[in-house]
């Protein structure tokens, strides 16, 4: 599993174009015995593995792709591809589902199919759908999904998930306030874009306060301006990017809704005009309570009760795996990746990030477990 992870992460690449990589986890799991259908969704592959005539199935999911960061890691093993990382553990997650494919070809122990779901295109959240339009689910249908996650800041091999929400929708915004540009010295004759995008910036930070329920959770964040004007020039032109998280459809409707109209209504008190592109990039990932079940009580058997913590806070972060589970039954599961820096501490999407080796066998043994479990 070292030399197939260290492998992956030098030859990262980004959404929808993992072809080298696909074609690498393709070749171990033919090497496996493994039935193999490329092709899906892009660059997305399916590896089946049939024990007994049961007609159950149930699918493992890991995910191909990369991020566009330039590497500051350290490793010897370290990115050949400039500008591309795997930051986020996505060579770990492959690795560990090639070594629990390995265990269940060698050792069966259970009765159905195995699917190994290897999809492209996680980080902007469009692979899961893409291999869905594609016809995964009829060409190779499954009774559930699971997959694992790495979590820097908890220790090394804890296991940790919830029922319901556990990771968050993620939905993006770009404010374009038009104004009047001209010269700096004359304010009273331009009108300000950078003044109606400050008030805007500042009066979106009551959404979440005044608009969302306090039972409910959601973050909304402006995270960056860009402008055309000039140090002693007034732009015409102020752009405000930013994403909201939420778990309920329902909050997200509010926040698009809200953001439409302040960002209208600040622009029209002071003369000037808006327009608000908002799109939905993530679905939220909500676990099923059975799968749950499942999960929790392969873990205890695989890793150990006391590394297991089945009832943990949700994440606001964003996962394309919630597209998976709101076809089938399906649960994620976070894996600590260490909780010191230098021992898998660091934070996913960092340029220093390391996924711990350290926790392959961890994941293995997990699903290794699930898989008997539910094919039992």
């Known amino acids: 599993m070292r030399r197939w992870r260290h492998h992956l992460h030098r030859i990262p690449e980004t959404a929808f174009t993992e072809h080298r990589t696909s074609a690498y986890v393709a070749g171990v799991l033919t090497g496996l015995g493994y039935g193999v259908t490329t092709g899906i969704g892009g660059t997305g592959l399916v590896g089946s593995l049939t024990r007994g005539a049961s007609g159950r199935a149930v699918a493992l999911r890991a995910e191909l792709d990369a991020l566009r960061i330039e590497e500051h890691s350290g490793v010897e093993y370290t990115s050949t591809h400039p500008g591309a990382?795997?930051?986020?553990?996505?060579?770990?997650?492959?690795?560990?589902?090639?070594?629990a494919a390995a265990r269940l070809a060698e050792e069966g122990g259970f009765d159905g199919t195995v699917r190994v779901l290897f999809q492209p295109a996680e980080e902007p959240g469009r692979g899961a759908q893409a291999m869905i339009d594609d016809g995964l689910l009829d060409r190779f249908p499954v009774?559930?999904?699971?997959?694992?996650?790495?979590?820097?800041?908890?220790?090394?091999?804890?296991?940790?998930?919830?029922?319901?929400?556990?990771?968050?929708?993620?939905?993006?915004?770009?404010?374009?306030?038009?104004?009047?540009?001209?010269?700096?010295?004359?304010?009273?004759?331009?009108?300000?874009?950078?003044?109606?995008?400050?008030?805007?910036?500042?009066?979106?930070?009551?959404?979440v306060a005044r608009s969302i329920s306090p039972t409910d959770t959601a973050v909304l964040s402006c995270t960056d301006v860009v402008t055309d004007g000039a140090r002693n020039a007034i732009p015409t032109h102020v752009t405000i990017s930013g994403d909201t998280r939420s778990f309920d459809p329902a909050a997200q409707a509010v926040l698009e809704r809200r953001?439409?109209?302040?960002?209208?209504?600040?622009?029209?008190?002071?003369?000037?005009?808006?327009?608000?592109?908002?799109?939905?990039?993530?679905?939220?990932?909500?676990?099923?309570?059975g799968c749950v079940a499942t999960a929790e009580r392969a873990a205890s058997t695989a890793l150990g009760g006391e590394q297991v913590d089945a009832h943990a806070d949700p994440i606001m972060a964003s996962e394309d795996f919630g597209v998976l589970a709101s076809h089938v039954p399906g649960c994620l599961v976070l894996l600590g990746n260490?909780?010191?820096?230098?021992?898998?501490?660091?934070?996913?999407?960092?340029h220093d990030y390391v996924f711990n080796d350290a926790i392959l066998e961890n994941g293995v043994d997990f699903y290794v477990e699930l898989v008997r479990d539910v094919l039992g």
């Open 85 to 99: 990382m795997h930051a986020c553990g996505h060579d770990g997650h492959m690795a560990m589902l090639l070594g």
């Open 143 to 207: 009774d559930s999904v699971y997959a694992i996650h790495n979590i820097p800041g908890f220790r090394a091999g804890q296991l940790l998930t919830r029922t319901g929400p556990i990771m968050a929708s993620e939905d993006d915004f770009v404010i374009r306030v038009v104004g009047r540009g001209g010269h700096a010295s004359a304010p009273h004759l331009v009108i300000d874009p950078l003044v109606v995008a400050a008030e805007i910036i500042v009066a979106l930070q009551t959404v």
């Open 259 to 289: 953001v439409r109209q302040i960002s209208a209504g600040v622009a029209a008190a002071h003369g000037a005009t808006v327009d608000v592109q908002y799109t939905h990039e993530f679905t939220p990932t909500v676990n099923d309570p």
């Open 338 to 350: 260490g909780a010191e820096p230098g021992a898998g501490g660091v934070p996913l999407h960092s």
